[in-house]
């Protein structure tokens, strides 16, 4: 088959290396345990090129062309990915779809905060909590069980990013009692597919810096 075409964001500053999206990074990690081939397009998303605003006016990453049309937006691309390329399938149980999805808001709520008292640090904890709970009282190692699913791979990037961007903004880290998040976490790193679409730390520490700094 053709190799589908995607973009993506590049790295702040150095335009020819793949960036620090997660949503990029999700898509990617659904075409590669999918064993799709894909031709990526970076995108400098500071100086967007005149074709891409062309296929996405709101200038949004990720981008790909399925069917001869450009789709936007991760939740949308992933979806007809699954029912295109049903093999193999990483199609979420719907019971288990909105586990670990309130992670990354409580994630960007404390990393931006300004006020220590606020309880950002404590509602982004009790959302791992969440996570822990469901991960201890499940077979795992996965979200759904022994097989990895799409809620996996839109989680990853974005424990990816907690650990970096807390770690170097914050001096934060997972709490060590949270055994089940930190076991899970290290299994999604640890994946061919994640080592092969994710971003240098430096470029996801950058990819924040406007944001903390505000």
Same mark, same amino acid.
Not at 26 to 46: C, D, G, Q
Not at 150 to 157: E, V
């Given at each position: 088959?053709? +190799?589908? $075409? %995607?973009?993506?964001?590049?790295a702040d500053g150095a335009p020819d290396v793949l960036g620090d999206c997660p949503f990029s990074q999700?898509?990617?990690?659904?075409?590669?345990?999918?064993?799709?081939?894909?031709? %990526?397009?970076? %995108?400098?998303?500071?100086d967007k090129p005149q074709w891409?605003?062309?296929?996405?006016?709101?200038?949004?990453?990720?981008?790909?062309k399925l069917d001869g049309k450009w789709v936007v937006d991760s939740d949308v691309i992933v979806g %007809?990915?699954?029912e295109k390329y049903p093999e193999p399938s990483l199609k979420t149980p719907p019971e288990f779809t909105s586990v670990g999805s309130k992670i990354?808001? +409580?994630?960007?709520?404390?990393?931006?905060?300004?006020?220590?008292?606020a309880g950002s640090d404590k509602a982004l904890v009790n959302e791992l909590e969440t996570l822990e709970n469901h991960l201890k009282s499940h077979p795992g190692p996965f979200v759904a069980g $022994?097989?990895?699913?799409? +809620?996996?791979?839109?989680?990853?990037?974005k424990l990816y990013h907690l650990e970096i961007a807390l770690g170097h903004y914050k001096k934060w880290s997972v709490p060590e009692s949270l055994t089940h998040v930190r076991s899970y976490a290290n299994a999604l790193f640890s994946r061919e597919?994640?080592?092969?679409?994710?971003?240098?730390? $430096?470029?996801?520490? +950058?990819g924040?810096?406007?944001?903390?700094n505000k």
């Open positions: 088959m053709a +190799a589908l $075409e %995607i973009c993506v964001k590049a999700r898509v990617l990690l659904t075409l590669e345990e999918k064993k799709l081939p894909y031709k %990526i397009h970076l %995108i400098n998303v500071s891409f605003l062309d296929i996405s006016p709101e200038g949004k990453v990720p981008v790909i %007809i990915i699954e990354f808001g +409580a994630f960007v709520t404390f990393l931006t905060s300004k006020d220590p008292n $022994e097989k990895l699913t799409g +809620a996996d791979l839109s989680l990853a990037p597919s994640f080592e092969k679409t994710k971003a240098r730390k $430096e470029f996801v520490v +950058a924040w810096a406007s944001k903390v």
